[in-house]
């Protein structure tokens, strides 16, 4: 199956639920693109989304509560361990949640972990276009998101708060406007979505 056809079917198994159609599609994209490089890489779910099998099973159970069956034989499997920025990253989302909801702190181990990945934040999360991402990060990690007054690229930005407020060394200079990367970090967001690149037939990685 597609990613794109695999992401349509997750959202249909929303059907019926309380969670807003919004998260179900969030969900939905993150899940669909993690299954396909799961299956391309050979690698478990959990450590493409950063959950372990309990609390992933759990998180469908009660956003994708038709898509269960297909989760459930993942319960056992273990968390993966996170290296130390992913770490840093995650423990950052959690503190700048809006409501500190479960589905809140699920979403905070899962963008941390996609955020592992080489491409921009939105692709990896399989998100359709960057608006998507600025709209989740504004409704569920309002605190954080309200803080990217210049509009910088998102995973720059979190790893830029780090450097700030946890005292790391992750960027070179103290000052964006003094910086070899500045464009790198302000520049535009664009690209094809990666559910639409397996469309075409092209590799998710």
């Known amino acids: 199956m597609r990613a794109e056809d695999l992401h349509a079917w997750l959202v249909a198994q929303g059907t019926g639920t309380e969670c807003d159609r919004f998260d179900v599609h969030v969900l939905a994209s993150i899940l669909a693109i993690a299954l396909i490089q799961s299956r391309e890489r050979g690698l478990?779910?959990?450590?493409?989304?950063?959950?372990?099998?309990?609390?992933?099973?759990?998180?469908?159970?009660?956003?994708?509560?038709?898509?269960?069956?297909?989760?459930?034989?993942?319960?056992?499997?273990p968390a993966p361990v996170p290296d130390e920025n992913e770490s840093i990253l995650r423990d950052l989302l959690r503190r700048g949640t809006s409501e500190g909801s479960e589905w809140e702190y699920g979403l905070a181990a899962m963008v941390a972990r996609r955020a592992m990945e080489p491409h921009h934040l939105w692709q990896d999360l399989g998100l359709r276009h960057r608006r998507e991402l600025s709209w989740m990060l504004e409704r569920h990690f309002e605190p954080l998101a309200r803080r990217n007054t210049g509009d910088m690229k998102w995973k720059k930005f979190f790893f830029r708060l780090i450097c700030r407020d946890e005292g790391y060394r992750l960027c070179s200079t103290p000052v964006c406007d003094e910086c070899d990367d500045f464009d790198a970090c302000f520049g535009a967001e664009d690209g094809e979505s990666l559910l639409a690149r397996t469309a075409a037939g092209r590799p998710a990685a």
Request: aromatic content about 2%.
């Open 44 to 77: 478990p779910l959990p450590g493409l989304v950063g959950l372990g099998g309990q609390d992933l099973v759990a998180l469908v159970g009660a956003m994708l509560p038709g898509a269960l069956s297909r989760f459930q034989t993942m319960a056992d499997l």
